[in-house]
């Protein structure tokens, strides 16, 4: 079980609290709305003492206290929540938010689960007016939910590839220094660090520690096809 102290410190470790908008995130928000045909729609993250959402469409403010907001009891659960009609559902019917001047009639939120288990916030769609949200619709928000985190999740290796360059790259005093420490071979590509010689993939996570993934180029990809007989 996942302590509150811990889902706080996942959260931080992110370091996307109080950072400027986003496109990547403003565009599922968007997508949200208008999938949902909802006026709102919000990626919020739950803090110790509030909720801060990292993009809004069709809200004005940047968060609101934890107490009166829906998020925190949301991320209880791994499932999608929903409330249909808040007046006369008992989770909301004395809600601020419900009975006050933004007048909430209608919520679903889906939390944003990191792939160690942890709900840091959700992905929500809120309305004015009361309305029904089918299965299929709770699997479309959840799956949305999903690409927020892994939006998250791409945004915090960047930072940490970012740091470990930056970090070689003060250790090197002058340019000819570079050259002095990489020497690459012609034939096989290998990279030469003091008297060893290692692999690219070798030199990008022992030396810079940075992670490393495996793709192919449009290039490759058209000659393994030219090669195979199958059209592209």
Known sequence: MKTEAERIAELHLYNILDTPPDEAFDRITAIAAHCFTTPIALISLVDKDRIWFKSKHGLN???????????PSA?????????????????????????????????AAAPLI????????TLNVIDTKERDFSKDEEF??????????DQMVTRLAAQQTISSL???????????????????????KKIK?????????KFMVEVLGLPVTHGITPEAA???????????
């Open 114 to 121: 990191t792939h160690d288990g942890h709900r840091l916030g």
């Open 166 to 188: 930056s970090k070689v790259m003060s250790q090197i005093k002058q340019p000819k220094e570079l050259l002095n420490m990489v020497t690459v071979c012609a034939w096989t």
């Open 75 to 107: 991320i209880l659960s791994d499932n999608v929540y929903v409330v249909r009609n808040a007046l006369c559902d008992d989770r909301t019917s004395e809600n601020p938010l419900v009975i006050g001047s933004m007048g909430l009639r209608f919520y």
């Open 140 to 149: 479309l928000l959840k799956q949305l939910a999903g690409v927020v985190v």
């Open 222 to 232: 058209n000659l393994l096809q030219s090669l195979s007989g199958k059209p592209k």
């Open 193 to 201: 660090i003091g008297d060893e010689w290692m692999s690219f993939e």
């Open 61 to 71: 403010v940047d968060q609101l206290p934890r107490v009166p907001g829906l998020c």
